[in-house]
């Protein structure tokens, strides 16, 4: 019987999960979890980010995400699944971070010794010994300087699919090359930590699947190759840095003889792997247009697939390639599950009480902007919590204006996708709390499922490995029958919306939208709207 696994390699932490596919016995046989900061304290990194000097800058250490890799594969192997019967092994990666290695990287990946530890083995190949990841917001004159050499925002959103953000890798490779140059000269190799992690697992210098390589300001969306221009406009002779782009159904190889002398297993195809957020597509089972997923994870994010890249020319959102060969709509929100536990642990409440405090009060009109750290939706480069309107200081009103404005913002932000929203698969850590997905149906005026497995990303890579290793057999098999039983969200979980509460929120969010507007200095006092509104409730 065919096992598929599918790792995830998040900000927090790396997750396996092990899928069986036979027949009508389809479900999660295997997963374990580990967290960075617990499992590798001597990285020194909280959530997952190594320490901070500035609030713009956020990095993580490759190694670490080698070392975990190492860890995790070590419990699957020694679990009691009959591991080889792993036939494909797919994962998922925090999107944008980059890892920068030397002249050394490629012959050390290929000749990976099984009788040594991983870590030791790889500690001379970086360029670099910092990552940064996708919460760093540093580069906005990059971001500048990238967007006026191609002709403008539009053109760079047309072309690869989202105008220049911080956080994408370009921006990010530009401001290594002009603050270390002599390491930019070194750099033999830019991988992103998806294609990083495939390499080890396989081998080889793996490619950059479709998904992921959206998320770099650098791939043509409709060549899915290498845009010259940006590539030109980004960094010196960075094409020969760059691995090839290639589908994410792409076999890149089979596990080295690294992981099978190490750890005994079999030699299982490796798939491509992707972004987290194109592997959560398939994980939350968005094959086709229509519905959205809403992530509540350290980021937050809402995504849907589209048949045709629809860009959005205003800036907010971002076109990625997706896993089918379609593509998909996303907006992602940097205050996501860390604003609520700051929050949480601020007020002393534990989960239950902050789940209490939301299913406890009735909606109000007053308005946070919940920016406790830089926000990527809408852009906030320094972070600041503003507050509008009669400020109720009770525990529980903090813990719903929190959520309400979390809400309102993805049901915004997410209005250029051109979806009417009716149905959500809601998904990520923060999916468990009922009170906080009621929340969601009445701001969106949508019905919200949980999804039988919790772990998307992770549940999405396996699945997205069962699909390619079925395509390179005899019996290739159509995504929904790849995602048959794994990702139907589950009936009993249906949250409908309070149709007098979403009328409320239709109101709150226009005035959301105005108190965005000015702290962000675009807009008047949004005073008047906040009184109008409270005469009228
Ligand atoms: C998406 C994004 C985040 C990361 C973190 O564009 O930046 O969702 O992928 O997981």
């Known amino acids: 019987m065919p096992l598929y696994l599918g790792l995830d390699s998040s900000t927090q932490g790396l997750t396996a999960i092990v899928i069986s596919v036979e027949g009508e016995d389809r479900r999660v ?34 190694l670490m995400w080698a070392e975990a890799l190492d860890l995790l594969i070590a419990r699957v192997a020694t679990s009691s699944l009959d591991r080889r019967q792993i036939a494909a092994v797919s994962g998922s990666a925090q999107q944008h971070g980059s890892v920068y290695l030397n002249a050394a990287w490629s012959q050390v990946v290929r000749a990976l010794d099984a009788s040594r530890p991983l870590v030791p083995q790889l500690r001379s190949v970086f360029a670099r010994e910092e990552s940064p990841i996708w919460m760093d917001s540093s580069t906005g004159e990059e971001c500048a300087e990238i967007t006026a050499s191609v002709g403008g925002p539009d053109v760079l959103a047309r072309r690869t699919g989202s105008r220049a953000f911080e ?147 205003t800036g907010t959102g971002h076109v990625f390639g997706a896993p089918t060969g379609d593509y998909m709509g996303l907006t992602c929100f940097q205050n996501g599950s860390l604003a609520r536990e700051r929050v949480r642990n601020e007020l002393g409440m534990d989960w239950a009480a902050f789940s209490r405090a939301l299913a406890t009060t009735a909606p109000s009109v007053r308005i946070m902007l919940p920016w406790f750290e830089p926000e990527i939706t809408p852009a906030v480069p320094i972070a600041g919590v503003h507050r509008y309107g009669p400020w109720d200081t009770r525990p529980e009103a903090e813990v719903r204006a929190l959520v309400e404005a979390q809400m309102m913002a993805m049901a915004l932000h997410s209005r250029w996708m051109g979806v009417e929203i009716d149905t959500i698969h809601a998904t990520g850590g923060a999916a468990a709390n009922r009170s906080i997905l009621q929340t969601m149906a009445d701001v969106f005026g949508a019905t919200v499922y949980q999804l039988e497995v919790g772990q998307s990303a992770a549940l999405g890579a396996a699945l997205r490995a069962a699909h390619a290793d079925l395509a390179a ?65």
């Open 473 to 537: 057999g005899d019996s290739p098999a159509e995504w929904e029958e790849v995602l048959r039983g794994f990702v139907e969200p589950v009936a009993t979980t249906r949250l409908a919306p309070d149709a007098r509460r979403h009328e409320f929120y239709r109101e709150l969010m226009r005035v959301y939208a105005a108190c965005e507007a000015h702290a962000l200095g675009r807009g008047p006092d949004p005073e008047p709207l906040l009184r109008q509104l409270q005469e009228h409730a």
């Open 29 to 62: 046989v295997f997963e374990s979890s580990l967290s960075f900061d617990e499992s590798l304290p001597l990285y020194g990194t909280t959530h997952g980010v190594l320490p901070r000097t500035d609030q713009k800058i956020a990095t993580s250490s490759p």
């Open 167 to 313: 956080r994408f890798t370009g921006p990010q490779i530009r401001r290594f090359f002009k603050r270390s140059p002599e390491n930019y000269r070194a750099t033999a190799r830019v991988h992103l930590v998806s294609s990083f992690l495939a390499s080890l697992l396989s081998g080889t210098d793996a490619p950059i699947d479709h998904g992921d390589a959206s998320g770099m300001n650098l791939m043509d969306l409709a060549t899915r190759d290498w845009w010259q221009d940006a590539v030109h406009a980004t960094a010196p002779e960075l094409r020969d840095k760059l691995a090839n782009v290639a589908p994410s159904t792409t076999v890149i190889g089979t596990l080295s003889p690294y992981w099978q002398g190490r750890h005994g297993l079999p030699a299982a195809k490796v798939i491509a792997w992707s972004g987290d957020n194109p592997c959560s597509l398939i994980g939350t089972g968005l094959v086709r247009e229509g519905r959205v997923a809403v992530s509540l994870g350290t980021s937050d994010t809402v995504f849907g697939l589209m048949r045709e890249p629809r860009v959005d020319v």
